[in-house]
C-alpha cells in the first residue's frame, strides 16, 4: 500500500514562489500517476497538476498553467510542485494524490490514495 505525505507548504507573500514535496512509500509508485489538487475554505477541491509514471507527460489547470510545475523522481519515490508568481487565489490545502496510470488524470474520483494536505497560504 503506497502512503503519501507532503510537504513545503507554509506562508508566502503574493509574487513569491514554494515548492511543494510529495513523498511516496511503497515499491509501486513508479506505476502510478501523481497529481495535485487543492481545497480552498468553501470551496470544493480542485484539480492543480498531474504527472504521468514517466514524468513525460503533464496536466494542468488553466489557472495554474505557466506559473506552477509538476515533476517526479522515481528514484526518491517524489514528486514535487514548484509554484510560482502565487497569488492570494492560490492560498488553500494541496493535496497529493495517486491513481493507477492511464485515462482521466483531471478529476479526483480515479485517484484512490490521497495525502493528509500541506496548507498554502499567500498574503496580499
Known amino acids: 500500500q503506497v502512503q503519501l505525505v507532503e510537504s513545503g507548504g507554509g506562508l508566502v507573500q503574493a509574487g513569491g514562489s514554494l515548492r511543494l514535496s510529495c513523498a511516496a512509500s511503497?515499491?509501486?509508485?513508479?506505476?502510478?500517476?501523481m497529481g495535485w489538487f487543492r481545497q480552498a475554505p468553501g470551496k470544493e477541491r480542485e484539480f492543480v497538476a498531474a504527472?504521468?509514471?514517466?514524468?513525460?507527460?503533464?496536466y494542468y489547470s488553466d489557472s495554474v498553467k505557466g506559473r506552477f510545475t509538476v515533476s517526479r523522481d522515481n528514484a526518491k519515490n517524489t514528486v514535487y510542485l514548484q509554484m510560482n508568481s502565487l497569488t492570494p487565489e492560490d492560498t488553500a490545502v494541496y493535496y497529493c494524490?495517486?491513481?493507477?496510470?492511464?485515462?482521466?488524470?483531471?478529476?479526483?474520483?480515479?485517484?484512490?490514495?490521497w495525502g493528509h494536505g500541506t496548507q498554502v497560504t499567500v498574503s496580499s
Open positions: 494524490a495517486a491513481k493507477v496510470d492511464g485515462a482521466d488524470y483531471r478529476g479526483s474520483s480515479p485517484y484512490n490514495i
Open positions: 511503497g515499491r509501486t509508485f513508479p506505476s502510478f500517476a
Open positions: 504527472v504521468r509514471w514517466s514524468g513525460g507527460s503533464t
